[in-house]
C-alpha cells in the first residue's frame, strides 16, 4: 500500500505522517530529508542537489524524480510508502503516475488534512510554547493560566517568524500549488477529504479507518 498525505504548514501533517508510518507498518518519505540525505553522503545525486541549494534554487523536478524512482526500487520498503509533502505539483503527480506503474505499484489512496484558513492562522499565531517545561498552548483555543500551568510567565515564548501575515502568504502558496492535485487524485477517485481541526487522536483513528477500508 502506498499513501500520500497532503495539508497545509501548521496542519499538524508531520504528526499524522509518523502516526500512519508507526500504525501501519509504512516507510514514511520526504523529500527534503531524501536531499539532505543525498547530499550527506555525497552522492552523484548529492552532488547535483548541492549545486542547486547554494545557488539558492529550488531542486529540479528531474533530481526528485530520479530520488522518487530510487525509492520505488528499492525491495526492502516495496509498496509500502507514505509520502509526505510530495507530489510538490502537478507535473510531479503525473510523474509519479508513470513511475510507480512501470515498479508494478499503484498509489492506494490520497488523504487531505482540509483546515480553515482562520482556524489553522489562530493555530500557528497563537500558539504559546514553555521554554521551562515545554508544554504547548494557544492564547485562542487553550490559554495559558495559573491552573494549567505552574512555570513563570517570562518562559511563555512563540515562534518568531509566526507572524499573520506570514503565515496567511504560505497557506494561500499550499492552496494554490495543492488544489490542481488534488484535483488530479479526484479525477481518480483516491482522495480522501479528513477535516483537520479536530483533535490528533481522532484525525489518527479517521486516517485507519479509511486506510482498513481499502483494499489492496
Ligand atoms: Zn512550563
Not at 489562530?122 to 521554554?131: H, N
Request: hydrophobic share 35%; proline share 2%.
Amino acid at each position: 500500500m502506498n499513501i500520500i498525505l497532503f495539508g497545509p504548514p501548521g496542519a499538524g501533517k508531520g504528526t499524522q505522517a509518523v502516526n500512519i508510518s508507526n500504525n501501519h507498518k509504512l516507510y514514511k518519505i520526504s523529500t527534503g530529508n531524501l536531499l539532505r540525505e543525498e547530499v550527506k553522503n555525497n552522492t552523484d545525486i548529492g552532488q547535483k542537489i548541492k549545486s542547486f541549494l547554494d545557488k539558492g534554487m529550488l531542486v529540479s523536478d528531474d533530481i526528485i524524480n530520479d530520488l522518487i524512482k530510487l525509492i520505488l526500487s528499492n525491495i526492502k520498503i516495496y509498496n509500502g510508502l507514505i509520502f509526505d509533502g510530495y507530489p510538490r505539483n502537478l507535473q510531479q503527480a503525473k510523474e509519479l503516475d508513470l513511475l510507480i506503474k512501470e515498479k508494478k505499484q499503484k498509489i492506494s489512496c490520497v488523504i487531505n488534512l482540509d483546515v480553515d484558513k482562520e482556524s489553522l492562522v489562530k493555530r500557528i499565531l497563537g500558539r504559546q510554547t514553555c521554554s521551562n517545561c515545554g508544554l504547548i498552548f494557544n492564547k485562542f483555543f487553550n490559554p495559558v493560566n495559573k491552573n494549567n500551568h505552574k512555570c513563570e510567565d517570562k518562559y511563555i515564548i512563540k515562534r518568531s517568524d509566526d507572524n499573520e501575515k506570514t503565515i496567511r502568504d504560505r497557506f494561500e502558496t499550499y492552496i494554490n500549488k495543492t488544489l490542481p492535485i488534488l484535483r488530479y487524485y479526484k479525477e481518480q477517485n483516491l482522495l480522501h477529504q479528513i477535516n483537520g481541526e479536530g483533535k490528533i487522536d481522532d484525525i489518527s483513528n479517521e486516517i485507519s479507518s479509511i486506510i482498513a477500508s481499502i483494499v489492496t
